[in-house]
Structures are given as structure tokens and as C-alpha cells.
């Protein structure tokens, strides 16, 4: 895939994975719940749960793995932490230059691994399942395959000798 379309369609799955994130941010803000219940273990969000917000990692270690931490009070939602990096990567896809890159890589290794804890906790301790957290989750995912096909680009288009191409 050549640079320019790779960048469209970073643009694309970022300029959705923040409108959902917003989406998400604005349903944990009103406190409304779930949008949707499909059945006994799906559900549309978890905006109503401890993990919903950043403390539910501090919850996560403290009771579910008998670990003692020291108690803090993060109000951030998860959903809000998903919609800066989205923005950011949005922000990033219309200005990108090659040293920027590795920042967004590093960003989107950290956002996939705090939706792979995210998915953990809705299966293993909530045993419910966000159907728009497991659709954030792929977006993260697919931005960090973008991401890294766009780092392979940048090694190739650096690799080539200076002559020209016939």
C-alpha cells in the first residue's frame, strides 16, 4: 500500500475511532448507562462500571490479584484517554513527518495494550462485553497496522539509492 493511501486510511479509522471515543466520553459524562443490552453477557458500553475509568486499574490489582497499592482517585474515563490519542493521531496523520512516527507507535503500543487489559476485565471479572469497546479495540489495532506499515514505507523510501528510478 503506497503512502498517500495508507495515510487516507489513517485518517479514516482515526477520525472514527474519535468519534466513538467522543461518543463513549459523552455517554460515561451524562451517566445514561449502557445505550444498548443484547442478552445476558453484551451490552453497547460499560460507562456505570469501576473500570470504566483509569481507577479500574488500580481496582484490578488491588482486588482482583490481592496486590495492596496505594489508593488514588483517577477520574479520568477510559474513553477519553482513547479519544487523545485518536485526535492525536488525526492531528499527526495531516502533518506527519518520519520522526514523529515512532511517537505514534509507541502511543498506539500503549492504547492496544490498555485494550487488551480492557478486554480482559470485561471477560474475566465483569463477564460482560462492551460491543463498542471491542469495536474500539479493532480500531486501535488497525491504526497500529497502519502505524507500522507506514514505518516499513518510511525504511524502504530510505533504503532506495538517490539515482532515480526507471
Known amino acids: ?8 486510511w489513517l485518517r479514516i479509522v482515526a477520525l472514527i475511532g474519535s ?10 459524562a451524562t ?3 449502557s445505550l444498548c443490552t443484547l442478552g445476558d453477557y453484551f451490552v453497547c458500553t460499560l460507562s456505570e462500571t469501576s473500570y470504566a475509568t483509569v481507577d479500574g486499574i488500580f481496582q484490578f490489582f488491588s482486588l482482583t ?4 497499592l496505594p489508593s488514588a482517585s ?3 474515563p477510559n474513553s477519553f484517554i482513547f479519544l487523545l490519542g485518536f485526535l492525536i493521531l488525526l492531528f499527526f496523520s495531516y502533518r506527519f513527518t518520519s520522526s514523529s512516527l515512532s511517537g505514534l507507535k509507541i502511543t498506539f503500543y500503549i492504547l492496544a495494550a490498555y485494550s487488551v487489559f480492557l478486554t480482559y476485565a470485561e471477560t474475566y471479572v465483569l463477564y460482560t462485553l462492551s460491543l463498542l469497546g471491542i469495536v474500539m479495540s479493532v480500531l486501535v ?3 497500529l ?7 516499513t514505507l518510511e525504511q524502504k523510501k530510505s533504503k532506495q539509492s538517490p539515482r532515480k528510478r526507471r
Open 1 to 8: 500500500m503506497h503512502l498517500a493511501r495508507r495515510l487516507h
Open 19 to 28: 468519534l466513538l471515543s467522543l461518543l463513549l466520553t459523552y455517554t460515561y
Open 31 to 33: 451517566g445514561k448507562g
Open 65 to 68: 490479584l490481592g496486590n495492596t
Open 74 to 76: 483517577v477520574g479520568i
Open 141 to 143: 489495532f488497525a491504526s
Open 145 to 151: 497496522w497502519l502505524l507500522v506499515g507506514l514505518h
